[in-house]
């Protein structure tokens, strides 16, 4: 019987080895090198033709995606402004700039006011303890002739609410049309007047909350609102300028904000509690109303005495 592979069924003599197992071995390796060859040769194309993400520029800092975020704004800025489309939009943050790079000494001298209103809690707060004398005179001196001189120009608006505050104040009010210098400096030493009653309320009812707050630094804590009162004596002035004849009814903002001014003032410097600084700033103010009323009338018949 002839003997036959048991793999082929290929018929072998005697002796013989069949080779099937040995080519399709080779051909199975060829089949998988041209496979191989051939995917790589296709990975390499599409390697050419696509490019593989660029994940180098991925860092940990977020600020990294917010400059180049801000850079590209401002290329497709300037390109916009070499074109010509850009819109002309108003920035009040540069025109301040402008102004001070233009005009820096009166910058460098308006500074100090413009403190009071973009940060007044941080001015009142972070002033000097050391008070100025000259400072509060003039300061006060400023307001109290500022304030004197508005009343007198404003007197001809027929404001209601101004007849019937110097009415009650100095009972007729014919001293402000025939006698207006008189009325200036009856005005003035009113004035003056309030704001040293203020101040020494402020010091007494201080010693009653275990406080002891100097004269000079009350008169400055009074300073600070005047600051604020000669602000609303601008508006006033320029709102009867436009024809407005209930300008004076801002003297009640002007109040409120005199009175947040002493809150921030006293808190800082007597270390009171919230409730502790307003049961003192209720009573000061009364005791200043009953002494102010004992001190205008004691002025207004030395007024019209002369």
Not at 4 to 26: D, I
Not at 35 to 62: K, L, V
Request: net charge positive; with cysteine.
């Amino acid at each position: 019987m002839a003997k036959t592979c048991f793999y082929c069924g290929k018929e072998l003599a005697a002796g013989q080895r069949c080779s099937c197992r040995g080519s399709s071995s080779a051909g199975k390796g060829s089949a998988d090198t041209s496979s191989a060859s051939a995917s790589s040769n296709a990975g390499t194309s599409s390697g050419a033709s696509a490019t593989p993400p660029d994940y180098s520029s991925c860092s940990a800092d977020p600020n990294q995606y917010t400059k180049k975020a801000k850079k590209t704004r401002q290329v497709w800025n300037r390109a916009d402004s070499a074109s010509g489309n850009s819109q002309c939009r108003f920035s009040f943050a540069s025109f301040i700039d402008q102004v001070r790079s233009r005009f820096p000494s009166l910058s460098k001298l308006l500074r100090p006011v413009m403190n009071y209103i973009w940060h007044p809690v941080s001015t009142i707060q972070n002033r000097s303890q050391v008070v100025s004398i000259p400072k509060i005179l003039i300061i006060n001196t400023i307001f109290a002739a500022f304030t004197s001189l508005m009343v007198i120009f404003t007197y001809q608006s027929n404001s209601p609410f101004l007849g019937m505050l110097l009415s009650l104040m100095f009972g007729k009010t014919d001293l402000f049309s025939d006698h207006p210098l008189i009325a200036f400096g009856t005005v003035f030493a009113v004035l003056w007047a309030c704001v040293i009653i203020l101040a020494a309320c402020f010091v007494a009812l201080s010693r009653f909350a275990n406080r002891k707050l100097p004269f000079l630094r009350a008169l400055d804590t009074v300073s600070m609102s005047s600051i604020y009162m000669c602000f609303t004596d601008i508006l006033i002035f320029f709102s009867v300028l436009i024809g407005t004849q209930g300008a004076f009814t801002l003297i009640f903002v002007a109040l409120v904000v005199m009175g947040i001014t002493h809150y921030v003032s006293l808190k800082n410097d007597l270390m009171l509690t919230d409730n502790a600084t307003f049961n003192m700033l209720a009573v000061s103010y009364l005791l200043f109303y009953l002494f102010a009323q004992i001190g205008i009338v004691i002025i207004i018949h030395i007024a019209n005495s002369i």
